[in-house]
T-cell receptor, first 110, second 111 residues
Framework: KAGVTQTPRYLIKTRGQQVTLSCSPISGHRSVSWYQQTPGQGLQFLFEYFSETQRNKGNFPGRFSGRQFSNSRSEMNVSTLELGDSALYLC?????????FGPGTRLTVL | GEDVEQSLFLSVREGDSSVINCTYTDSSSTYLYWYKQEPGAGLQLLTYIFSNMDMKQDQRLTVLLNKKDKHLSLRIADTQTGDSAIYFCAESNSNDYKLSFGAGTTVTVRA
């Protein structure tokens, strides 16, 4: 089976812009979670989607949003980018409480 | 809330065993995981253990769980240079798929 794929792998944006990241889960997995990884805060949970519904949400401002499509692919969006949003964004695909991560999207905000 | 703690650094000689320790506070933790992250890469699931187990072995990896003390460890036998990476301990409960991670232990393997 193919693993979790994330696009794009690298992204450079400027403050105030918005960005959309994409994640394709492992075939057959219906749950997709998103995490933010920064040197200062470590790995933090953003949100989780299952069958197109957000089931859980972390403590992030409303500028961070996501959605899931009927084929389980997921996107996350960050609006009005801030310098502090620079991070590695990781997507995880889940089956039976085991989460498999993609390679991540490295977002740099200038 | 959940809290997972790990020591930040470990240096080990090639061929020796590495032991990485982790403590957690959430008594409802049901699943405990170890992930490996190499530079510039995502997280690789190494192994996991259910809270009703106290040990799990998978090739060179041995996970020990002391549920009473909320202590988890990962032992890597015959450590190789390719084992140099950051290792994350994580926990979740049976109610959702949200993982709470430790800060990660940077393992350096020296010749």
């Amino acid at each position: 089976k193919a693993g979790v794929t994330q696009t794009p792998r690298y992204l450079i944006k400027t403050r105030g812009q918005q960005v959309t990241l994409s994640c394709s889960p492992i075939s057959g997995h219906r749950s997709v979670s998103w995490y933010q990884q920064t040197p200062g805060q470590g790995l933090q949970f953003l949100f989780e989607y299952f069958s197109e519904t957000q089931r859980n949400k972390g403590n992030f401002p409303g500028r961070f949003s996501g959605r899931q499509f009927s084929n389980s692919r997921s996107e996350m969006n960050v609006s009005t980018l801030e310098l502090g949003d620079s991070a590695l964004y990781l997507c995880a695909s889940s089956s039976q409480n085991t989460q498999y991560f993609g390679p991540g999207t490295r977002l740099t905000v200038l | 809330g959940e809290d997972v703690e790990q020591s930040l650094f470990l240096s080990v000689r090639e061929g020796d065993s590495s032991v990485i320790n982790c403590t957690y506070t959430d008594s409802s933790s049901t699943y405990l995981y170890w992930y490996k992250q190499e530079p510039g890469a995502g997280l690789q699931l190494l192994t996991y253990i259910f809270s009703n187990m106290d040990m799990k072995q998978d090739q060179r990896l041995t996970v020990l769980l002391n549920k009473k003390d909320k202590h988890l460890s990962l032992r890597i036998a015959d450590t190789q240079t390719g084992d140099s990476a950051i290792y994350f301990c994580a926990e979740s409960n049976s109610n959702d798929y949200k993982l709470s991670f430790g800060a990660g232990t940077t393992v350096t393997v020296r010749a």
